[in-house]
């Protein structure tokens, strides 16, 4: 993956390529950057092409020149299978690689075997069976199939995460070891070896054995194993012993579990954060329901007339029911316009730059409101900026809007076969929508805050310079 970066206005352009995860081991590096020589944008990006091909020959060549014995050995038994080459030099070879393990590490005084690991044991047993002409599916060949897979429907830093924690379960096992022959046995003692010491939540370590129980159901699916061997192994992990209930004056809620703002945090945010896009989104989330990237991607053509009045048609989501029409509040219909109609580059919050794996312009947002959240002290309370959701389908629920309207509001799949099988919420009139979004208020003191911030919010954003932080190049 590559990106065009440069260190200030009127620099010259640099392609900055990240080396895929299965190749930094054997390249030796994390990432590449090469000077375009030109500080013109087109230009780079005309350059940008022939400069990642010549990136990625330079590093398959230090790979292949970097390539482990192991890898060697293991194309040697497939040049054997393949009948080119013969069986008694791939003998000699797998003699010369275990004289290599125990010069290095030394010889079992009993047997006279070289200290080897067990992964690197079933590695040889692997490439034997493979020189045979056995078919044999390896942990590298099938986490590469998978990874491929998920990469057609998964958010990129998903599978970023699924690699992330897959390589170092090949790490663990060795890359060449045969899927098939990983038993419950095995699997076990990864769990209890790599996942149980780590000193991470019980909720972490859950999410890694729920990746590599996916990935073999994924194998099993696919013919590769007989069975999950992670299957269940997360009940290995204690239950939570029981639940504790705090009261912040608004509502009871579990301790410690995300939540929605209280009115007195609601009135400390909009009167203490600074004036600009970050507040204007938190109040806009407050009053619509909206996501962070879905306020982030808002532009003027997606503020439209209908029955109901102004609407936000939402295009863009993480799911088929994200994708829906929100009319706009009465109490954000001047922000809303104001914002439309004084944009300087076609979005309501502008100068945003696409940035992370997910190419998010929301997530110079998330970390400002985080930062200031944490300055106003509320850096400890269980909030984010998605309790402005949680706010919202609140106040929702206390003006007596029916559940399934609140969930065509925000974007949530709706339940059950009438509503959820039967019924689209894109065809929800919009005035029985907007009459929905109308019920939603707030105390008077949030009310207040939130006016008397817009009015600041609105002033501030169009003049906000663009960000320097560039958008990640395709």
């Excluded at 979004?437 to 003191?445: L, N, S």
Aim: charged content about 25%; hydrophobic content about 40%; overall charge positive.
């Amino acid at each position: 993956m590559a990106q065009l970066i440069r260190q200030g206005r009127g620099a010259t352009w640099i392609l900055r390529y990240l080396v895929p995860r299965d190749l930094q081991r054997l390249a030796g590096v994390a990432e590449v950057r090469r000077s375009t020589r030109t500080s013109d944008l087109r230009e780079a990006k005309r350059c940008a092409p022939s400069l990642e091909i010549e990136i990625r020959a330079e590093l398959d060549t230090r790979a292949a020149a970097m390539r482990s014995p192991i890898d060697r050995l293991h194309e040697l038994a497939a040049d054997v299978a393949a009948g080119d080459a013969s069986a008694d030099v791939f003998d000699v070879a797998i003699d010369d690689h275990l004289e290599a393990i125990g010069a290095a590490r030394g010889f079992e005084s009993g047997t006279g075997h070289p200290r080897a690991s067990p992964a690197e044991v079933e590695e040889v047993h692997t490439a034997a069976r493979r020189a045979t002409g056995e078919k044999v599916a390896t942990v590298r060949e099938a986490l590469h199939l998978y990874l491929t897979e998920k990469a057609r429907t998964a958010q990129p830093a998903t599978v970023a995460g699924y690699r992330a924690e897959l390589g170092d379960f090949a790490a663990w096992i060795g890359s060449h070891a045969e899927l098939r022959r990983i038993s419950r046995e095995v699997a076990g003692r990864y769990v209890t070896e790599a996942i149980m010491p780590a000193a991470r939540a019980d909720r972490t370590k859950r999410e890694r054995i729920g990746w590599l129980s996916a990935f073999f159901n994924w194998a099993e699916l696919a013919g590769l194993v007989d069975s999950n061997p992670f299957h269940g192994a997360t009940k290995r992990l204690p239950k939570p012993s029981g639940r504790a209930y705090a009261d912040d004056g608004d509502s009871l809620h579990e301790a410690g579990v995300k939540r929605a703002w209280s009115g007195a945090e609601l009135v400390t945010l909009l009167r203490g954060m600074t004036p600009g896009r970050t507040r204007a989104a938190f109040t806009v989330a407050l009053w619509s329901g909206l996501r962070l990237e879905e306020i982030a991607r808002l532009r003027a053509e997606h503020v439209k007339a209908g029955d109901g009045g102004r609407y936000l048609a939402i295009t863009r989501g993480k799911s088929r029911a994200a994708l829906r029409r929100v009319p706009v509040h009465p109490f954000l219909l001047p922000l809303v316009q104001h914002l439309a109609a004084s944009t300087p580059d076609g979005y309501l919050w502008p100068g945003l730059a696409e940035i992370g794996l997910a190419e998010k312009r929301g997530h110079r947002l998330s970390g400002d409101f985080a930062r200031q959240r944490k300055r106003l002290g509320l850096g400890s309370v269980p909030c984010d900026f998605h309790s402005a959701r949680r706010c919202f389908m609140s106040a929702a629920e206390a003006g007596g809007v029916p559940e399934w309207t609140t969930q065509a509001l925000v974007g949530h799949e709706r339940s059950g076969l009438a509503y959820g099988t039967y019924a689209r919420a894109a065809d929800i009139p919009l005035p029985v929508l907007a009459d929905a979004v109308q019920r939603v208020t707030y105390a008077d003191d949030v009310a207040d805050a939130a006016r008397a911030a817009m009015i600041e919010d609105a002033e501030t954003i169009p003049t906000l310079p663009p960000s320097r932080r560039r958008a990640r190049q395709k």
